[in-house]
């Protein structure tokens, strides 16, 4: 990991693809945030590797699902309880892909990655949401880092919880009326 951050950018490239596989929860934020305290100008190359690493490192994931995904719910899709999952799936769930590739907290963006890829989720749609949640996430986060320098760290760690939480279930209380609300006025 070491040599991975001595490469600046590119390490941080390498990482973001890394943590599209194995999530490394807040480590890599922190780490955006000290490169672009100490030097702003890769600080901002840093977020644009790390939007790129994660773009790519979801889209396999999500390919991948796509490819072998649709094999399992041919066998799994008579049940009521995948056709109710589907159903939720189809109305809600490109929220809970937004939401996990926005905030820098635990939550499960590669299972709702694999289900979108599953489900069949259209690609550029699903490739809008992840660039979307992750250039304002890893751009927020190099954006503290040049404003806060070397407090940036400890400020992300300090307010990950509960502050990024509360804020999370308010996106998803704000996300989730919104669509509630466009499905009830099309009926």
């Given at each position: ?23 490394l ?17 890769i ?12 773009t790519?490192?979801?889209y396999?994931?999500?390919h991948?699902a ?7 719910l ?42 979108a ?28 880092g ?19 939480v509360?804020?999370?279930?308010l ?17």
């Open positions: 990991m070491d040599a991975l951050v001595a490469w600046g950018p590119l390490g941080i490239l390498v990482l973001a693809v890394l943590d599209s596989a194995v999530p929860a807040g480590v890599f934020d922190v780490l955006i945030a000290v490169f672009a305290a100490q030097r702003p100008a600080g901002w190359w840093c977020a644009v590797c790390a939007v790129i690493g994660s790519a490192g979801n396999a994931l999500f991948a796509r490819r072998g995904g649709r094999r399992y041919n066998d799994a899709a008579g049940s009521p309880r995948a056709r109710k999952f589907r159903a939720w799936f189809e109305r809600y769930g490109l929220i809970t892909v937004f939401i996990p590739a926005l905030l820098p907290i635990p939550m499960p963006l590669k299972l709702f990655v694999i289900s890829g599953a489900l069949g989720t259209g690609t550029g749609t699903f490739l809008a949401v992840v660039i979307l949640a992750r250039t304002l996430r890893y751009f927020s986060i190099a954006w503290l040049v404003n806060l320098g070397k407090g940036a760290g400890p400020f992300l760690l300090a307010h990950i919880w509960p502050d990024f509360v804020f999370a279930v996106l998803f209380v704000t996300l989730y009326g919104a669509v509630w609300f466009s499905g009830r006025r099309r009926t």
